[in-house]
C-alpha cells in the first residue's frame, strides 16, 4: 500500500516527474524567481488536488474546476502570490482566505512555518485535509468560516493570502495583519477588471502596491456544509 501511495505522488504518464519540470520552466519563463517556491511546487502533487477526470492536466498552468463553483489556482497564481508574500524574507504565521482544494494551503505549509486556512465550503475544507495529512503536512490548523471575517481569535498574523476577490479589502483582514505583515489580495468585481494587490502595515498605515490584473472567483459570505 506504502508502494502504491508513493507511486500517486510521484505520477505517471502527464503527472510523471518530467510533466512538472515542464510547468516549472515556464513559471521561470514567466518571471518566478525564488528557488524555494519553485522547488516547492516541483515536489507537491498537484494531480491530487483535482478530480481523477482532470489529472492528466494538472500540471497545465491553468486553472481548474473543483466543484461548487470553485476553482484550483494557476499555478502560476500560486507561484507568483506565495514569492510576493515571502520577498522580505521568512514568516512565521500566514493566514489563508479560501482553503479550496487545498493546493495553495500545501504550497504555503512547505514555505513558512504555521498557516491557519479559513474554508466557507466544508466539504472542500474536509477533502483538502484528508489531502495534506496523505502528504504529511502537518503545520496547518483549519476553520469552517466566513473568509472576509479571517479568524481573530488567533490574530495577528504575520501574512495574510486571500484567494477569492473582494469588492474591496475586508477591514477584519486588516485589523487583524501585525505591524509589519504582508497581505496578498485580489480585489474588483467578478466579470471586471481585478487587481492584485500587495498590502504591508506599517508604522502609520497601510501601504498598497499594485502587482497586476487577475481573475478570481468571489469571496463569499457566509458558510456551505
Known sequence: ????????RRGIGMTSQRTRER??????????????????LRRTPRHLFVDEALAHRAYEDTALPI???QTISQPFMVAHMSEVLLEDGPLDKVMEIGTGSGYQTAVLAQLVERVFSVERIKVLQD?????????NLRNVVFRWGDG???????????????????????????????????MVIPVGAVG???QLLL???????FSRRVLGAVRFVPLLNGTLS
Open 1 to 8: 500500500m506504502r508502494d502504491q501511495d508513493d507511486m500517486m
Open 23 to 40: 510547468l516549472i520552466q515556464r513559471l521561470c519563463e514567466e518571471g518566478v524567481t525564488n528557488p524555494r517556491v519553485l522547488d516547492v
Open 67 to 69: 466543484g461548487h463553483n
Open 127 to 135: 477533502r483538502a485535509k484528508e489531502r495534506l495529512t496523505e502528504l
Open 148 to 182: 472576509s471575517e479571517g479568524w481573530p481569535a488567533l490574530a495577528p498574523y504575520n501574512g495574510i493570502i486571500v484567494t477569492a476577490v473582494a469588492p474591496e479589502v475586508p477591514q477584519a483582514l486588516l485589523d487583524q495583519l501585525a505591524p509589519g505583515g504582508r
Open 192 to 194: 471586471e477588471t481585478q
Open 199 to 205: 498590502i504591508v502595515r506599517e508604522e502609520h498605515g
